[in-house]
């Protein structure tokens, strides 16, 4: 039996069957990670944007390590010295005004969904517009949040205040505007929703429609924060300035952090007794977070995840002009959708295979979120991999099988433009 196959079947005994994982992982460096039975991948998923730094880097094992030996918690009760200082490098970097520290991206967003009720509450608004294929978390408020049914199936009945539009559709969202209206929350590229970037006419008009019915404008910047698309912050590629963002993912790079970011208007909203946290923006985390920003300036991961970011996408649109089952290329900065038209399951699976960790999302997308600081040749690499898996792909295809995959192969074919 393989290690892998041990750590499995401890697992599926007592870890609730929340997800199916795939390989058993033991180990990481920068853009590469190797299972329990020694095999090496290429990690063009990098924890679902959480490793931005790629594993272990030493700067960032050496600022927790230094920090562990030190001061881990003291909780929100007491002054600690890393949390102001993370808190103004994130708003020197966006908007000016304070930041909440929190341990999750559901976390973060509740935040600002309170923040939203909070500020609304004497004008008696508290509803909150959110997208279609939009995610926001798993917990009651962030789920209702979420513009997907499956999240929310068998947990009803759900939270009011919350009204669904269609994302890239202005007029969609103006409809859903009534007197009751608190803010709308976007995600500047949605993640889980199949790497769609918002269009810029989209942004532009949501924050001109807020600014006329005096909404607040929220961002979910927890997938494509943190220099994800080549830029601090996913709004930023637009020319517009939010009321508030939350972040997670990939701001601790591997420790679990979760902050939300407000302009002045909204820094003093909440005052004490009105949110809490045990864990928020401990020394610990805040070490962690600090050491990932620092990162990102000095080896200038911004401008790497605009460059890698455009030569990825580039090299898979060559590959994707090959084969009839994709249909697209599309993401911003290092966030990467490979469309298909048909379930990407089965190529995420020919990928790993191949020795590439990818993610297939919203059904028909491959998703890749390789480390910002990923190399020219690791991109190559990877490119090649995809390439690889395809042509594996069509050639099992075209195979007539038992269950008539040449008919499936046919009616790909069809499906072309
Ligand atoms: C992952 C994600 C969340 C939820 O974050 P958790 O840390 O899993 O709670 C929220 N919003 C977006 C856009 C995400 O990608």
Known sequence: MSKQSDIKTLHEQYVMPTYAPGLALVKGRGATVWDADGNKYLDFLAGIAVTNVGHCHPRLVR?????????????????????PRLAEALSKRSLGGKCFFCNSGAEANEALIKLARLWGHTQGRYEIITMRNSFHGRTLATLTATGQAKVQKGFEPLPAGF???????????????????????????????GVRPARPDFIKGLAELCRRKNLLLFFDEVQCGVGRTGRWFGYQRYDVEPDAFSLAKGLGGGFPI????????????????????????????????????????DERLLDNARVMGEAFMESLKK???????????????L???????????????????????????????????????????????????????CAEWLTQLAKPGPDDQSARFKHLKLNRD
């Open 335 to 389: 966030m990467v959708g490979l469309v298909l038209n048909q379930p990407a399951k089965e190529l995420e699976a020919l990928l790993r295979k191949h020795g590439l960790i990818a993610l297939a999302t919203a059904d028909t997308v491959i998703r890749f979120l390789p480390p910002l600081n990923i190399r020219t040749a690791d991109v190559r690499k990877a490119a090649r991999i995809v390439d690889k898996a």
């Open 63 to 83: 600022a927790i390590r230094r920090q562990a030996g030190r001061l881990m918690h003291v909780s929100n009760l007491f002054y600690n010295t890393l949390q």
């Open 258 to 297: 979760g902050a939300i970011v407000t302009s002045p208007k909204l820094a003093d909203v909440f005052q004490p007794g009105n949110h809490a946290t045990t864990f928020g923006g401990t020394p610990l985390a805040c070490a962690a977070a600090l050491a990932v920003m620092d990162i990102i300036e």
């Open 319 to 333: 590959v994707a002009a090959k084969y009839p089952f994709i249909r697209e290329v599309r993401g911003a900065g």
């Open 163 to 193: 009204v669904l539009a269609d994302y890239n559709d202005l007029a969609s969202v103006q409809a859903a505007v009534n007197d009751k209206t608190v803010a709308i929350l976007v995600e500047a590229v949605q993640g889980e929703g």
